[in-house]
């Protein structure tokens, strides 16, 4: 619960002033002593605190996810393990996982999807990553149009998408190998590209190090690259470039 919604029931009656100012002691954030749940941030930028999962004990997990279920809101945890989901589980009924994108999700409320954001992967390899971004995308209310496996060892699979991609507000390209379908994308579309590395490859690619510098020195334009595998950062940027899109087109 944010400061306006806090407010906003104690003007209708329905929280007394004591209830809300033991709710306003934990904002900005609540100190777990092993954590500091951000509670603000959904003021501050629109999208609700997300939870990293990996590294942390089911002990610590739990309680995390525990609180903020508290408090009514959508949780979205990335790089969570079976095992981890399965004791969230025990304590949120509704928490649901996804062993490919390895996320945990409680919804509490629908968001409105609006928009759209393409994701396209080079291989059926670059799913998983592909899938922790799509997932991300859709948690925080962007429409998802998911296309896989068109990468430039068949370059007419892709042809035959690109109108369909081309109409989305923002592209997200996942690739491994030599990590050439970003460039390739962009080459095509007048639409912002958000390239991701993957460590999808032999073992001269370095892990993803070689599609990450491809990436980075691609002669295309409109292309940003985040780091290898990391499907979260660029579900969330492409939800951020939608948002905008989509604003704009209402004006």
């Given at each position: 619960?944010?400061?306006?919604?806090?407010l906003s029931r104690v003007k209708d009656g329905e929280l007394d002033l004591s209830a809300a100012e033991e709710l306003l002691k934990k904002l900005p954030y609540e100190d777990l002593g092993f954590a500091k749940l951000d509670h603000h941030r959904r003021v501050r930028k629109g999208f609700e605190e997300v939870i990293y999962c990996s590294g942390k004990s089911i002990e610590q997990l739990t309680k995390i996810f525990l609180s903020f279920y508290d408090k009514g809101v959508n949780v979205l945890g990335t790089?969570?393990?079976a095992e981890q989901y399965e004791q969230v589980h025990q304590i949120i009924a509704e928490a649901e996982y996804d062993p490919a994108a390895r996320i945990i999700k409680v919804l509490q409320r629908e968001s409105k999807k609006i928009g759209c954001v393409a994701v396209c992967t080079g291989g059926t390899a670059d799913i998983p990553v592909a899938e922790e971004a799509a997932q991300t995308a859709e948690f925080f209310g962007s429409k998802v149009l998911r296309v896989y496996d068109v990468g430039v060892a068949g370059i007419h699979r892709l042809l035959s998408k690109m109108d369909e991609?081309?109409?989305?507000?923002?592209?997200?390209?996942?690739?491994?190998?030599?990590?050439?379908l970003p460039g390739v994308i962009a080459g095509m579309s007048d639409k912002p590209v958000i390239a991701v590395p993957t460590s999808v490859g032999y073992g001269s690619n370095f892990?993803?190090?070689?599609a990450l510098l491809t990436m980075l020195n691609s002669c295309?334009?409109?292309i940003a690259v985040v780091n290898i595998d990391n499907g979260f950062g660029a579900g969330y940027m492409a939800t951020q470039i939608n948002r905008l899109a989509v604003g704009g087109s209402q004006e």
């Open positions: 619960m944010d400061v306006y919604e806090i790089r969570a393990s991609i081309n109409q989305a507000n923002c592209i997200v390209a996942v690739a491994g190998m030599e990590g050439a892990g993803g190090l070689s295309a334009e409109g």
